[in-house]
């Protein structure tokens, strides 16, 4: 059992994580005993060639994908030990994603995607969280764009301000900055990190950019599945 210093300190939490596919009659190995810890407030990149396992990480450190044995321990809870529904409970309290093609729903407008989020934990007061946020993103005069009328940047900001609408605990970014150009690129970087300084937010990002991964206060490398 953790204490709760340990707990305090370690907001996520590997133990020889491992995961593997069957292809056909073959078994693959996509994850090797991946042992990691990430303690509350840092900002971690994982970098690693294409094909290493980077995404199937950040599935398994969301409890979005199951390992096929290990574990991962979410600011004190082994998240594999709950049913599916506690699971995304869990999740809904204390994660925020940011994914590299945004993923904002297409029906619904940049206000009404921020929003969702705060609806679905119960806020009482999702609209004027949404409509700060979006303010804080630089997008005030975009709120009742839908995603296909915004630029890819503009997207990026909406589907950070989502992410950082519950103000989660852990933001977890697949390739923030894979789709944009460097410029706005760039700005992505900085909102990110500016929002993580004033909301304390811990950081784990997968990215192919060096700047972005040299702007985290921590690389981890996957080889092949590994940790370098
Ligand atoms: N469901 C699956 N079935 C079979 N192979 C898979 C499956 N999921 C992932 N893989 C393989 O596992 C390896 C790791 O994939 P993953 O997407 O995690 O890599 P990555 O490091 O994120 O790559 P990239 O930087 O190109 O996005 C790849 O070779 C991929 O083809």
Redesign the pocket.
């Known amino acids: 059992m953790a204490s709760p210093k340990l707990v305090k300190e370690l907001l996520l939490q590997t133990d020889t994580l491992t995961k593997q ?3 056909g009659d073959k078994k ?1 190995t ?2 090797k005993d991946i042992t990691l810890e990430v303690k509350a407030g840092e900002a971690v990149a994982i970098v ?12 398994l450190l969301a409890g979005l994908d199951v390992p096929t044995s290990g574990k991962v321990h979410l600011d004190g809870t082994d998240i594999f030990a709950l049913d599916e529904d506690s699971r995304a409970a869990l999740r809904g309290k204390i994660l925020g994603f940011v994914f590299q093609s945004f993923q904002l729903l297409p029906a619904l407008t940049a206000l009404e995607n921020v929003m969702l989020p705060l609806e679905l934990s119960g806020s009482p007061s999702a609209d004027s969280t949404a409509y700060k946020l979006l303010e804080r993103v630089g997008l005030k005069m975009r709120l009742n764009h839908y995603p296909k009328q915004l630029s890819g940047g503009e997207q990026q900001r909406v589907a950070i301000a989502r992410a950082f609408a519950t103000d989660p605990k852990l933001l977890l970014a ?2 923030p900055t894979g789709n944009l150009d460097s410029s706005t690129g760039k700005q992505i970087i900085e909102l990110m990190f500016e929002l993580n300084r004033e909301h304390g937010t811990t950081l784990v990002l ?1 990215t ?1 950019d060096e700047e972005l991964s040299q702007r985290c206060s921590r690389q981890i490398r ?1 080889v092949d ?1 590994m940790l370098a």
Not at 48 to 59: E, P, Q, V
């Open positions: 596919v069957s292809t693959l996509i994850l690693g060639a294409s094909g290493s396992g980077k995404s199937t990480l950040l599935g697949d390739e997968v192919h996957l599945g």
